[in-house]
């Protein structure tokens, strides 16, 4: 079974400082990861992706995230972080291969940025 | 460019009544869909997913169905609404050849 953990509720971050949120999966083989961004009352965003490749994927808005196979790791950073990031943030992991259609999503994570 | 509809918006319901939330896809084709609910703004659980017209994968037995009766249009149903089934209810749609979701703008039900 796969699965995802997302350490830190919240994460509270000075505009302008550099943000990372947190993100650490479980799956048999190698994982696709993704990244998605939540505002209240809306639908998830898609930020970005790992499937193969460079180990650090640039996405929407600035974003960009780290995949560290021994670590089992995916964190979302920025380098510097804007009031409007404010949001639910949520790490997705898939199982490889095909017929492997489930996302799984950790618990999410809430960003606040202060002004 | 592809685009994905959800309706209602909004949704409040009595104990006991039946439920129809639908869901369209447009600008593509034979896209997988899918269907989950977020309780209390955290969490997503998928509910079911769809690869093609009649193809229905429920992965949580519980009070509701889900059907799809064209290519881009998926359904979800209850026909006895609980109290439990209260939440955000997200379609999302994805196309094989690309390995990410794309979410609709949900429905929020309340059931009382």
């Known amino acids: 079974a796969q699965s995802v953990a997302q350490p830190e509720d919240q994460v509270n971050v000075a505009e302008g400082n550099p943000l990372t949120v947190k993100c650490t999966y479980s799956?048999?083989?190698?994982?696709?990861l993704f990244w998605y961004v939540q505002y209240p009352n809306r639908g998830l965003q898609f930020l970005l992706k790992y499937i193969t490749g460079d180990n650090l994927v640039k996405g929407s808005y600035g974003f960009e995230a780290e995949f560290n196979k021994s670590q089992t790791s995916f964190h979302l950073k920025k380098p510097s972080a804007l009031v409007s990031d404010s949001a639910l943030y949520f790490c997705?992991?898939?199982?490889?291969?095909?017929?492997?259609?489930?996302?799984?999503f950790g618990k999410g994570t809430k960003l606040s940025v202060i002004p | 460019s592809q685009t994905i509809h959800q309706w209602p918006a909004t949704l409040v319901q009595p104990v006991g009544s039946p439920l129809s939330l639908e869901c369209t896809v447009e600008?593509?084709?034979?896209?997988?869909l899918y269907w989950y609910r977020q309780a209390a703004g955290r969490g997503l659980q998928l509910l079911f997913y769809?690869?093609?017209?009649?193809?229905i994968s429920s992965e949580v037995p519980q009070n509701l169905s889900a059907s799809r009766p064209q290519d881009r249009q998926f359904i979800l149903s209850s026909k006895k609404l609980l109290l439990s089934d209260s939440g955000f209810y997200l379609c999302?749609?994805?196309?094989?050849?690309?390995?990410?979701?794309?979410f609709g703008p949900g429905t929020r039900l309340t059931v009382t």
């Open positions: 997705a992991v898939r199982a490889p291969g095909a017929g492997s259609y489930q996302l799984t």
């Open positions: 999302a749609w994805q196309r094989e050849s690309r390995y990410e979701q794309y």
């Open positions: 769809s690869v093609g017209i009649g193809q």
């Open positions: 600008g593509t084709s034979n896209p997988n």
């Open positions: 799956v048999s083989g190698n994982p696709y």
